[in-house]
């Protein structure tokens, strides 16, 4: 089966650094992206990983280990905006077609 | 920056109606997709659709949903016969190529069937 594990709740401090972890076991694994979504809101992209290592983007950072079907989000100089939902999601390879498979999503309440 | 446009941004329906979720994909984009999340819940793939055919669809894609791009600019979603629990945002998505680094989404559809 197809299974995607992320923590429900977190809360950090502005100006703080925070991880969402996430691990995942999915058949087809085509890579591992995170998005943002706000509430009422679409998802946003904020980072595809294929290879195992780190990708870096300005403030937020997101690790890889396939090895382990595991991967982490760091959010670094963490402000208000940042509060939101970030979603863990496998990219899906099968029949010759991609998709996403969804995590439940980690709300990130970020507190002056 | 392109931006995929769905239409309406909220629908109320009453139960047993049909619906249609309009979408304008990036236009130089080949592959669509529809997605849905009921409130509080994660999101679900529902349908792929490229070269004017349904590649891949979910469980939850029965014979109630349907997927058409009627010209060159548009991709709906049709749901027959709306029951309550099809009540959800419902998300477009297209990307340029089939192992994308980056699928774009649109604002959704936020569908109430009462």
Not at chain 2, 40 to 61: A, D, M, P, R, T
Not at chain 2, 91 to 110: E, I, L, M, Q
Request: aromatic share 14%.
């Amino acid at each position: 089966g197809q299974n995607i594990d992320q923590p429900t709740e977190m809360t950090a401090t502005e100006g703080a650094i925070v991880q969402i972890n996430c691990t995942y076991q999915t058949s087809g694994f085509n890579g591992l992206f995170w998005y943002q979504q706000h509430a009422g809101e679409a998802p946003t992209f904020l980072s595809y990983n294929v290879l195992d290592g780190l990708e870096e983007k300005g403030r937020f950072s997101s690790f890889l280990s396939r090895s382990k079907g595991y991967s982490y989000l760091l959010l670094k100089e963490l402000q208000m905006k940042d509060s939101a939902s970030y979603l863990c999601a496998a990219g899906n390879f099968s029949g010759g077609y991609n998709k996403l498979i969804f995590g439940a999503g980690t709300r990130l309440a970020v507190h002056p | 920056e392109p931006e995929v446009t769905q239409t309406p941004s909220h629908q109320v329906t009453q139960m047993g109606q049909e619906v249609i979720l309009r979408c304008v994909p990036i236009s130089n984009h080949l592959y669509f997709y529809w997605y849905r999340q009921i409130l509080g819940q994660k999101v679900e793939f529902l349908v792929s659709f490229y070269n004017n055919e349904i590649s891949e669809k979910s469980e939850i894609f029965d014979d109630q949903f349907s997927v058409e791009r009627p010209d060159g600019s548009n991709f709906t979603l049709k749901i027959r016969s709306t029951k309550l629990e099809d009540s959800a945002m419902y998300f477009c998505a297209s990307s340029d190529r089939v192992t994308s680094n980056g699928y774009t989404f649109g604002s959704g559809t936020r569908l109430t069937v009462v």
